[in-house]
């Protein structure tokens, strides 16, 4: 028991110490893990630590995680990814493995050992990737959403490639596999294939009907208990028990889990399953995160360092032009072509499992087995540092606008008001004006959304904002107002520092994120700064007065009071104001703020104080 306290103390207080270090540096949760688990390697040789246990216990969280993205997935937006999922994902598969086992053929490799090697190394690492997407806010995106296809056939591949394998195998074909831990897992493995395949969509059709219309009536009997720890044991038994049905199948548990979210993506405990398993999948993530760090084999890294990092650095680029030049195939824009290549350009968590199946099977010999488990571990450690190039060194270098195979639109008319941006800030505004009579050009980077808007019938220009030339054929020459209504926050300070520098007769609104985006956007020449939600809510919180018993008169006077003294104070505030400060580091911009605060709550309590002396008066008697 001790010791294994012991072990569980060292893994939670090396992440502990190691992720807030990453995240204070910019370099997100999973490098702080993965370096976590190098450092601490020396000290669970010294207790002995069952290290391949560790990590098969820790790869539930790859299942956990699947679960969660299914629930945001709803079927027919899974549809929708058909093309990303089968078209590029195969194209993916395929093409990588046969340039990777061509490559090693020609270094001298036997057929079936260079064949297995390319399958297993196609794979990319669905925990790595996933993970920093999500942290990153990059999983929506549309290098995102492709390199979440590509992963989830990835997951799908597992399966062929697991029945290939034994093809391959050393001496002849058809060997048993029953060293390996997932043939063991199958209970069906040696039945007939016709039987196999039965007994495999019987379990897939089970997953889907238990989703559909068994688990609702369950979850909604025990959300009536008012138990919360019951409802998290019941989703984590659910959980648990379609991943062993899948492995009982022989099929990924991860992308068993994941058809059951998907089935659960319609369901109303969808939220309460994502916020109770959400912090179980981090815990397991972080420890199997950690396992890779730790299982990196120093003493056979430092007998062939050259050979071992050139395979690394080999395999991340090769890896890397094969999904470039898929992403140019398949119609990727640049910037998000970087981050499709950048992304899955190393090999995945799947490959040990695999690895050790082909040795198991007499596919592959141990020594060739271990030495590829260290170019993995390797490519994976640097897939963190991949993403954070690609964030801070090629996504602000490359304009969402370049790449793409579709020009920019030609504009054929001028305005006096042009608006960048058509999101749903840009939108309202759009329509307004539009309602008023006036027919301001807009101006969007994103071609996907403006074919959406034309269905509507609004009229965009496909072109990005940024670029001079866009904006002198828009007519900002003339224009009386600019409008800046794009995303990104460095982008729109940019955009308003030209337009203010080289046309300085244009009146500039801008859409600010925050207070200390509107002190840069007015720094840049922005006449006016709106924050994106300070409206909706000052609205809200009119609504919740009268909610709470004040009147309508009484609650609109409030509001009005805080609109004028917040905005009154934001002028004071940008006085002290400094962009080479972060405004939780500049001590003076903080004391004023806080002195503004208190001003408007004394304020707020003296005509709170006036009011109820007000309600409190006897009617003056008639006449």
């Known amino acids: ?50 290290h391949e246990t560790v990590q098969h216990f820790a790869e539930f969280g790859v299942v956990m995680m699947l679960f969660l993205i299914g629930l945001e997935l709803q079927p027919g937006l899974l549809w929708s990814m058909r093309s990303r999922l089968f078209g590029l994902g195969g194209a993916q598969v395929l093409v990588t493995a046969s340039v990777i086992a061509g490559g090693l053929y020609l270094f001298g490799q036997p057929v079936a050992t260079a064949s297995a090697l390319g399958l297993i190394l196609a794979l990319s690492s669905t925990a790595i990737v996933l993970q920093t997407l999500g942290e990153k806010k990059w999983l929506r995106s549309e290098g995102g959403q492709s390199a979440f296809g590509v992963l989830l056939f990835q997951d799908i591949a597992v399966i062929p490639i697991l029945a290939l394998l034994p093809f391959l195998a050393i001496g002849g074909a058809g060997e048993s596999a029953s060293g390996s831990g997932h043939a063991t897992a199958s209970l069906i493995a040696d039945y007939p294939a016709w039987a196999q395949a039965v007994l495999t969509l019987s379990a897939v059709a ?42 009982y199948v022989g099929l990924s548990p991860a992308l068993g889990t994941f058809l059951a979210g998907v089935v659960l993506a319609d369901s109303e405990y969808r939220h309460e399953l994502e916020s109770d398993l ?19 084999d120093f003493d056979l890294l430092a007998a062939q360092p050259v050979q071992i990092v050139s395979g690394a650095v080999a395999l991340i680029l090769l890896k890397g032009i094969v999904l470039w030049l898929l992403g140019t195939g398949f119609g990727l824009r640049k910037r998000e072509r970087w981050l499709f ?33 260290l170019v993995v571990a390797l490519s994976m450690l640097a897939t963190p540092a991949l993403l954070l190039s690609y964030e801070h060194l090629v996504a602000p270098r490359v304009r969402l606008g370049e790449g793409t195979d579709r020009s920019h ?12 941006g058509m999101g ?27 074919d959406s ?29 600019f409008i800046v209504a794009i995303d990104g926050r460095d982008r729109a300070v940019e955009l308003v520092d030209f337009v203010r520098r080289r046309y300085p007769q244009v009146r500039i609104l801008a859409r600010a994120a925050d207070r200390d985006h509107v002190c840069r956007l007015c720094a840049a020449g922005a006449d006016t700064a709106f924050r994106e939600m300070f409206g909706s809510s ?80 006897e009617p003056a008697p008639k006449e």
Do not use: C
């Open 1 to 50: 028991m001790n010791e294994f306290l012991l072990q569980a103390a060292i893994y939670l207080g090396a992440g502990a110490v190691a992720v807030p270090l990453a995240h204070r540096l910019g370099l997100g949760s999973v490098l702080g893990y993965l370096v976590a688990g190098i450092l601490i390697a020396p000290l669970l040789e010294q207790v002995g630590s069952d």
């Open 206 to 247: 089970v997953v889907i009907l238990v989703g559909r219309y068994l688990t609702r009536p369950a979850f909604r009997i025990i959300a009536r208990t008012g138990l919360r720890e019951l409802f998290l044991g019941s989703a984590l038994l659910l959980v648990i028990l379609i991943a062993m049905l899948m492995s």
């Open 278 to 296: 959400a912090s179980f999948k981090g815990l397991l993530l972080g420890v199997f995160f950690i396992t890779v760090g730790a299982g990196i």
């Open 341 to 373: 290549s950048m992304s899955l350009a190393q090999a995945g968590e799947f490959a040990f499992v695999l690895l050790t199946f082909a040795v198991s099977s007499h596919v592959l010999p141990a020594e060739i087995a271990a030495f590829t488990s």
């Open 409 to 420: 639109d030609k504009i054929e008319e001028t305005g006096s008001v042009i608006i960048a």
């Open 424 to 450: 749903r800030f840009g939108q309202i505004v759009q329509r307004m004006l539009v309602m008023t009579g006036h027919r301001p050009v807009v101006l969007d980077s994103s071609a996907e959304h403006i």
């Open 453 to 481: 808007l034309r269905k509507f019938g609004i009229d965009v220009y496909y072109g990005d904002a940024v670029r001079p030339d866009m904006l002198v054929a828009a007519g900002i020459a003339n224009a009386k107002l």
């Open 538 to 617: 000052v609205a809200m919180a009119k609504s919740a007065l009268i909610e709470l018993g004040h009147s309508e008169d009484d609650a609109d006077r409030k509001a009005r009071a805080f609109d004028e003294h917040d905005t009154a104070g934001l002028r004071h505030l940008m006085e002290v104001w400094d962009a080479e400060l972060d405004v939780f580091s500049n001590p003076t911009y903080i004391a004023r703020a806080k002195s503004r605060a208190d001003e408007f709550a004394e304020l707020m309590a003296q005509d709170e104080e006036e009011r109820e002396r007000s309600d409190n008066q």
